[in-house]
């Protein structure tokens, strides 16, 4: 949710930055909105201080004899009582004109992220690593996990529909060695504290971090209305909500391992085959909560968190940062690791990074009291993936896959594994 008073005060940098986004200019509509608001909110004040006043004069008619002036007082607040009903519902279809008008509107962004309308516009940062060396056609990882016995899409169609799997024996084994290894770096090493959320949320959570209203579409909602989380960055983030942090609280740095649930509405024909795109799918999430001094530095911080379990995996990524066509909806600033897929001969993204200002924070009412004084000022948000568990999994597959279709464990997910060197076809 953006600052109404600021986009009063800078209309144009705000229609600027929508334009970035390619969307139409709305600073005008937003200002219209508001002073209708403004307008409603000030005569209904008006009349109840009316209201007030007539009623105290009522007992001094009354008092003095004055029956005919008492009655007219009478009638006139009961007339201000009417039309007090009226204004109460007239402030809230306005203000929910307003909330409306900026709950659909994205994001504005930094000044330094790239113009583009899609993923082609997004720029290479940095490569790390080497990609693997392999003296044999490589497969994909659906083909790899299929042939090992251990990776069932069809037995997973039959329970649930597409975009479901079953893994099994080692690859199940190796799903949790994945993420125990990065909670493991990230709590033990960058200091984030491990967190077990609800994975249903209510409406005002899922508003919070601006999945609603616009991206309803795309999530999972139960019978008795609650959501099923499409990320732990909603119930990760949401810890600060309705919160006044002191500054020394701050930065606050959460982690979570969760299964994550997307109707990826939107990917109709896109990656059919596989996990890199399914409904149910498994992330170990970092969030942060900073003040906006620290915001930037806090970004750059969570990306390299999320950049050393690719390094300690010995896999081979670049680091994009997203042009402001591609951007998440609440981002003001995105980089993307992308992990090298020799079975696909391409890179594929593995971890988005975020940094969303207040935006977030203003939806949720997340505060912090600077030292020394009285007023409170909006926290800024921070979310990553630290990594895509399922992704990390097909990384894995295709990188470390040998010419007889087994897959050599990587060295730091061995002591996880129970000292498991190779994951083979079990007879």
Known sequence: MLDIKAIRENPELFDAGWAKRGLAPKAQEIIDADAKRRDVITDLQEKQSRRNDASKEIGKAKASGDDTRAQQLIDEVADLKAALQDGEEAERQVNQTVNALLGGLPNIPLDDVPLGEDEDSNVEIRKEGAKPDLSFSPKEHFDLGEDLGQMDFETAAKISGARFVVLSRDLARLERAIASFMLDLHTQEFGYTEVVPPLLVSDDTMFGTAQLPKFADDQFRTEDGRWLIPTAEVSLTNLARERIFAEDELPLRVTAYTPCFRKEAGSAGRDTRGMIRQHQFSKVELVSI????????????????????????????????????????????????????????????????SVCGDFQARRMNARYRPDGEK??????????????????????????QQADGSIAVPDVLQPYMAGLKTIEAQS
């Open 290 to 353: 900073t003040t906006p001094e620290k915001a930037l530095d806090e970004h750059e911080r969570m990306t390299s968190c999320a950049e050393e379990v690719l390094k300690r995996l010995d896999l081979h990524y670049r680091v994009m940062v997203l042009c402001t066509g591609d951007m998440g909806f609440s981002a003001r600033k995105t980089y993307d690791l992308e992990v090298w897929l020799p079975g696909q001969d391409m890179y594929r993204e593995i971890s988005s990074c």
């Open 375 to 400: 007023s409170t000022r909006f926290v800024h948000t921070l979310n990553g993936s630290g990594l895509a568990v399922g992704r990390t999994m097909v990384a894995i597959l295709e990188n470390y």
